[in-house]
């Protein structure tokens, strides 16, 4: 997701100046993803550049509401229309440290995972406490629960890895046992 | 100072003999307090439900010792054993366990009346814990005619009915949508606040969320424990979504 689709969001809504649009903008999201005004300035100059948001005159202190254009909400209804790719998604740093520490030799996989786990639960408590702590608006519950979901389904995987770690280990074991038993050299591995 | 409403001390269980014995507990050290609720998480075979039939003597440990409320289980003669469970301890299972045959507040007040509770004060009990758990209006109806959730609360309402205070929940909400298994633990957490313990078995992460503790078991004991050393609101503010990663 870009800045510039969640504030077109905001505009569509009614016209505000830049500091509320931060604010609106942490208050909708629960504060998960923090901007700073630098941040919205930015992208309220490309916004106007590109001819999708309007300034208005500047008030008394000195200050200039912004509204969104046709082309604006134009842009905004195909960012509604469009599925989120994968791909346009951060990289997942901890299936690439799984990744690789299976392949570092003197790496405890089984103790990386647990760690991993335990801190997600931790994690899960936090939210949960939150979730527990009375209904947010909205926009702010959608927020939280899709934290929640995305922790469980960490979990889930966490307790995947781990079992076809195991399962590896064995018909690495098995594969060892036959070898030594049979004066045939193996000719397949499991790889870690 | 109260005594804890769970002690497991050092348990042990081992299932059959010799080279077929399987060690379904190892040593297990586990404490509830009232108030508390503490979640079970491990693979299959790793003992879970092994030490919730322990914790409310419906099996007897092969090596250490249970204390519910201070009474050690292991002392007790069958019939005391009996009472502790009928008084003290209350089941939640997967499913519900409710006699059909029976309306939800006799559902509710079967077990003060198998304590010997006469039925007019047992009934009236019964409505009361039904009111804590959202079921007000609905004493008279049969659990078949009930959604799965509300058959859930039920159980919930004859799991801490009378002075029962410890509450063991095998993966409560296993035949629950998702939004109405998350009802079910946040009445559980609600019973806890009010001042009950609960030990709840769960392989799901968002359920154990609702606990004060959450422990590992691997082949039958505690590897390890996750729990909150920071504020909901330090965890969102600085370490969201986006900064998580």
């Known amino acids: 997701m870009s800045i510039k689709h969640g504030l077109l969001a905001l505009l569509e809504r009614e016209p505000m100046y830049g500091y509320q649009l931060r604010t609106e903008f942490d208050t909708t999201t629960g504060s998960t993803w923090p901007l700073n005004v630098g941040q919205v300035y930015t992208t309220l100059a ?50 690439i440290k799984l990744a690789l520490a299976v392949t570092v030799p003197g790496v405890d996989v089984g103790a990386v995972i647990q760690r991993q786990r335990a801190a997600t639960i931790t994690a899960m408590q936090d939210l949960t406490r939150l979730k527990k702590a009375g209904p947010g608006d909205l926009s702010w519950t959608l927020v939280l629960e899709s934290m929640r979901y995305q922790l469980e389904a960490e979990v889930r995987w966490l307790d995947h890895c781990e079992a076809t770690l195991a399962r590896a280990a064995r018909e690495r074991t098995q594969i060892t046992d036959g070898a030594a038993a049979s004066s045939e050299p193996a000719t397949t591995g499991v790889r870690r | 100072m109260t005594a804890p409403a769970l002690e497991i001390i050092d348990v042990s269980r081992i299932h059959g003999r010799g080279d077929a014995a399987v060690h379904a507990l190892r040593g297990l050290h586990l404490t509830v307090a009232p108030g508390e609720m503490v979640a079970v998480m491990g693979p299959s075979g790793s003992g879970k439900s092994t030490l919730l039939n322990v914790a409310g003597g419906l099996d007897q440990a092969t090596a250490g010792r249970v204390r519910v409320h201070g009474q050690e289980l292991g002392s007790l003669s069958k019939g005391e054993l009996a009472q502790v469970r009928r008084r003290m301890v209350g089941y939640v299972f997967q499913d519900y366990n409710l006699i059909p045959s029976l309306t939800a507040a006799e559902n509710v007040a079967l077990p003060l009346e198998l304590d010997k509770v006469r039925t007019k004060e047992a009934v009236r009990q019964a409505r009361t814990a039904l009111d804590e758990v959202g079921l007000d209006g609905l004493y008279d109806r049969f659990p078949d005619d009930l959604s799965g959730g509300q058959q859930q609360r039920i159980a919930i309402a004859r799991a801490v009915v009378g002075e029962r205070s410890l509450i063991l929940a095998d993966e409560p909400t296993g035949a629950l949508d998702s939004e109405t298994g998350e009802q079910v633990l946040a009445l559980l957490r609600a019973r806890c606040d009010a001042g009950a313990a609960a030990l709840l078995v769960t392989h799901e992460a968002r359920h154990a969320g609702w606990a004060d503790r959450v422990v ?14 920071v504020t909901p609101e330090a965890f969102v503010s600085g370490n969201g979504m986006a900064g998580a990663r």
């Open chain 2, 216 to 229: 590992f078991l691997r082949d039958g004991a505690v590897v390890d424990e996750a729990g909150s050393a």
């Open chain 1, 46 to 95: 490309r916004l106007e550049r590109d001819g999708l948001v309007t300034p208005g005159e500047e008030d008394d202190e000195g200050r200039v509401r912004y509204a969104i254009t046709a082309a604006g909400r134009d842009e905004l209804t195909g960012w509604f229309a469009t599925p989120v790719a994968s791909s346009d998604r951060p990289r997942d740093e901890l299936a």
